[in-house]
């Protein structure tokens, strides 16, 4: 059986609404290494080029290599079984990277060198770096991948705009965490006028996105969280962020768009918040060794869906058996009684995830629904 778009069933799942169903599939995004793996294909630009760095121009010379990796990205949701296209759109910050040995994995990407986010020192470290950096100006950004695959999206299916860059990441980014932190306590006022440049971007962006055709959904990520704790202390993120979240989600919501949140790390003290103040509609990212899929559903499964869970260490380093075992465990815990679950990754489809172990979940998730509601 194949399954055949239903965006409207999503809909309902992460409205929690109505009586259980169909369990539909959710991703944040799948790395192009991923969906190359996938269709057997290599994308016709370097899409990680336009990943990290959303561009504000296209090169001209570049529109047919862009647009055939839409569609490329467009047969790969529409192949797998999900609802929707996720496509990332944003601004692009000049920020400080450094890059990482060999040793790090960096084979895996198409210019073989890999980068980590500085967190040492960015490019704003007083008031005079605030004032001469180059902001980048609502009017002016584009979101021509949401826009063209609005218009080419299949039947039954819809557009997530996964919003690059979030409040938190983008705001520290640009100090590097480091200095961000010394910040708090030497400069609040500073740290705040970041906050407040890139949330009202964050917010002009998400306006935008919200009257694109077909784009139904707005992924709102900011990883705010590691093993055992916030980056910074919950009150910080309550001042300084979560204002912003509320802003963003109302923009969504007031265009009758759900708002997804994705944050990675133990951030739960931060959880009512999300919920109660701001109002997100799904929660999405989960890691067992911090917090099992299972016990965010039990804890909060009736206030907001829970999204994905199938833990990234499985997914990169167990047996295809391991993977099904796991996914059919979490489908019997959160969609035997109950809606508000999508089946996904505990984060994205990263290119370090064996494709075989990729497509196990996937298959079981159909394999579960065919089994208790006769579709895929």
Known sequence: MQHEPNFENFRRTILRQGPPGPVPFFELFADPGMVEAVLEEKFPVNLHKYIEEPLLELPEEELPGLLKSMDMYVEFCRKLGYDYVFMVTGFSLERAFQEAPDSAGSQNWPDGKRYWQNESKGPI?????????????????????????????????????????????????????????????????????????????????????????????????????????????????????????????????????????????????LMDDLIDDVGIDAKHSYEDKILPVEEAYSRWGDRISILGGVDMDLLSRGTEEQVRARTRQILEACAATGTGYCLGSGNTAANYIPRQNYLAMLDEGSRWNQENFGTV
């Open 125 to 269: 470290q007083n008031w005079e770096d605030f004032e001469r950096y180059p902001w980048p100006k609502a009017e002016e950004l584009s979101h021509m991948a949401l826009e063209y695959v609005g218009s080419v999206v299949p039947d039954g299916m819809k557009v997530a705009a996964f919003l690059y860059g979030g409040i938190f990441e983008a705001s520290s980014w640009l100090m590097g965490l480091e200095q961000f932190s010394y910040a708090l306590a030497d400069d609040p006022d500073l740290v705040e006028a970041i906050c407040q440049r890139v949330g009202g971007l964050v917010t002009a962006t998400t306006e935008q996105v919200c009257e694109i055709d077909n784009v139904d959904m707005v992924f709102l990520s900011d990883d705010l969280g590691f093993f055992s704790g916030t980056l910074v202390s919950p009150t910080v993120i309550r001042r300084y962020m979560v204002p912003h979240y509320k802003a963003v989600t109302d923009v969504a919501h007031d265009a009758g768009k759900l708002l997804i949140y994705h944050s990675c790390g133990n951030m739960y003290k």
